[in-house]
């Protein structure tokens, strides 16, 4: 009997993730989609609330995944690996806390079953995220025209696939048309930043072929998709960017989590404009410090506890470099609002003159972090 390939969405507590899974179960309802989410018991009560809407609006629980190590505990999943590692707390350079409470769990929830992993980046951002090493996993990335993840488009371009690629094109096209698919091809590829050019040239010229030459490919490498006789996204030509999430939220009447919406506060005679830019821990070491100000002003009682735990080790800071007492120092809120404040304003400016290059420089941080946290 052939295997079952699992369809596998995870709810991060973030808008992108939340508008994916409304957005897969409206558009292929044919998908048996499996939607998961993984607790740290740290998240803020906006993200437990979007959850449970969430909840209601798929029609099927979301499956609450916990560490094996964390099942049973007396507390919740990060107290409980915070006191396994002896006190130690996480960072950057130190992140137990995705390995132990995202990933691993994730992973024992698959198992060696066959399965797809869909992932909310949108159409408008140039990471990939966390991709999973193990073969029997693969990812799909439906806000994208790019659904494919570069693994994959690497063992199409590779010895074995590219001829593959040719004869699926010399099958599908008819002359020039035909010579300029296969010049593409052919071209050399050294960098991956190579390889998304052709890929974008051949997406440009015909997204479904170009997703059905790939799962043509996929049919000679042992990947999850390639034990399908057919892929309901295959068709797919929607791109996703930021405003058609927050579009996607509200016309399901999901909503958009409330940390999202920007609170005013006053500096030097002007108004800026605060919010929180992702889910996650309310204390994750990924956050900016304008979000760390936004976290005591509208969340002291969080703020206290964060500064608890990093008063408790000696020399850790949340913060590189910078103690959550500085940071709440009166003139160092000043100065940071006010900088935000500048930021924002050359961020309009740079939107309203359409300058990709400033955009980039000045973004506001919202692909910080990793896909299994922060989608
Ligand atoms: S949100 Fe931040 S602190 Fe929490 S698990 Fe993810 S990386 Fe770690």
Redesign the pocket.
């Known amino acids: 009997m052939k295997n079952k390939t699992r369809h596998l969405l995870g709810i991060s507590g973030g808008k992108d993730s939340a508008a994916l899974a409304i957005y897969m179960r409206d558009k292929y309802p044919q998908l048996e989609m499996e939607y998961y989410c993984c607790d740290?018991g740290?998240e803020l009560d906006e993200t437990y609330q979007l959850i449970e809407n969430l909840n209601s609006y798929l029609g099927k629980p979301i499956k609450q995944l916990i560490a094996k190590d964390a099942i049973g505990s007396d507390q919740d999943p990060f107290d409980h690996f915070f006191k396994m590692y002896r006190g130690y707390l996480?960072s950057s350079v130190a992140?137990w806390?995705?390995k132990k409470?995202?990933l691993e769990p994730f992973e024992n929830f698959v198992g060696n079953d066959l399965c797809v992993s869909y992932v909310g980046i949108r159409g408008d951002e140039e990471r990939e995220g966390y991709i999973s090493k193990k073969a029997n996993i693969q990812s799909i990335f439906p806000f994208r025209k790019n659904i494919w993840s570069t693994d994959v488009l690497q063992k199409a371009w590779s010895k074995k696939g590219k001829p593959i690629l040719r004869a699926f094109y010399s099958n599908h096209a008819q002359g020039s048309r035909l010579d300029d698919y296969v010049q593409l091809i052919n071209q050399t590829i050294e960098t991956e930043k190579d390889l998304k050019h052709i890929v974008n040239e051949l997406l440009n010229k015909d997204v479904p072929l170009f997703n059905r030459a790939i799962f043509t490919v996929l049919k000679e490498f042992k990947v999850p998709l390639s034990f399908e006789d057919d892929f309901p996204m295959l068709d797919n030509e929607d791109v996703i960017i930021k405003e058609g999430v927050f579009k996607i939220l509200k016309e399901s009447g999901v909503g958009v989590p409330a940390y999202y919406n920007k609170v005013t506060y006053k500096i030097g005679g002007e108004e800026g404009a605060y919010a929180r830019s992702r889910s996650?821990?309310y204390?994750?070491?990924?956050q900016q410090k304008i979000e760390w100000i936004w976290l005591y002003e509208q969340h002291p009682d969080l703020f206290a506890k964060a500064r608890t735990y990093e008063n408790d080790q000696e020399g850790f800071t949340w913060n590189q470099h910078e103690s959550l007492d500085d940071i709440i120092q009166p003139n160092r809120m000043k100065v940071i609002k006010s900088e935000y404040l500048k930021k924002e304003q050359k961020r309009k400016q740079a939107a309203k003159s359409n300058s990709p290059y400033l955009m980039d420089i000045l973004d506001d941080g919202d692909d910080v972090?990793c896909t299994a946290?922060f989608v």
């Open positions: 740290t740290k996480p992140r806390c995705t409470m995202k996650g821990c204390f994750c070491f990924f972090g946290c």
